[in-house]
């Protein structure tokens, strides 16, 4: 499970709108939005996250987390998946999958 792009926005408004969808748009949907960030923890030690990943796939599975998936897409199409993230076409998570 990945977010993958937040790190990649460049522009202050875009930033601002990503952080209004997770924060303010996840309440409107009846959610709660939260970030977990790994990329400094992970790159000074990555036995949190190895230790982390399970519990959040755990926690999918029995349903206290519920992401909302926008698109699936098989791994070897992964171009287009970026392609979508980078148009701002999607409005959930994108999945990469062995076969679609």
Do not use: H, Q
């Not at 000074?44 to 909302?68: A, M, S, T, W």
């Not at 076409?89 to 990469?96: C, E, H, P, Q, R």
């Amino acid at each position: 499970m990945i977010g993958f792009g937040f790190m990649g926005v460049n522009s202050k408004l875009s930033t601002l709108a990503t952080l209004a969808n997770v924060l303010l748009g996840a309440r409107l949907r009846g959610r709660r939005g939260a970030f977990y960030g790994i990329t400094t923890l992970y790159r000074r030690d990555p036995r949190p996250f190895r230790e982390d990943l399970p519990k959040i796939f755990e926690l999918i599975d029995n349903g206290r987390i519920d992401p909302i998936i926008d698109a699936t897409f098989p791994l070897l199409a992964a171009s287009s998946a970026l392609e979508r993230l980078a148009r701002g076409a999607s409005a959930g998570k994108i999945v990469l999958s062995e076969s679609a």
